[in-house]
Nanobody, 111 residues
Framework: QVQLVESGGGLVQPGGSLQLSCVVSGSIFSLNTMGWYRQAPGKQRELVATITPAFSTTYIDSVKGRFSISRDNAKKMVYLQMNSLKPEDAAVYYC?????WGQGTQVTVSS
């Protein structure tokens, strides 16, 4: 059974920071690319960042230089450090691996 559980969301002011975490149960973690996605109300879910088992990363243009994805294979964790947050970053953030999704964690950016 594979399960992904996100945490770390919350309310932050514009310009603030949050770190999201995702813990993965099951045996898939170290062999798979992990991804963070987000979905804002009324919008499609979009891929925000990915990280391969060899720690190669990709980002969508709108978060480059502000967000950083990382992983700890020993702990089966993947992280998303989000800095300089903007109101348009507000969304439910999900982690994904090998077709499995977490339940999401809400990020609200507002003054």
């Amino acid at each position: 059974q594979v399960q992904l559980v996100e945490s770390g969301g919350g309310l932050v002011q514009p310009g603030g920071s949050l770190q999201l975490s995702c813990v993965v149960s099951g045996s898939i973690f170290s062999l798979n690319t992990m991804g963070w996605y987000r979905q804002a109300p009324g919008k499609q879910r979009e891929l925000v960042a990915t990280i391969t088992p060899a720690f190669s990363t990709t980002y969508i243009d709108s978060v480059k230089g502000r967000f950083s994805i990382s992983r700890d294979n020993a702990k089966k964790m993947v992280y998303l450090q989000m800095n300089s947050l903007k109101p348009e970053d507000a969304a439910v953030y999900y982690c994904k691996a090998c077709g499995f999704w977490g339940q999401g964690t809400q990020v609200t950016v507002s003054s």
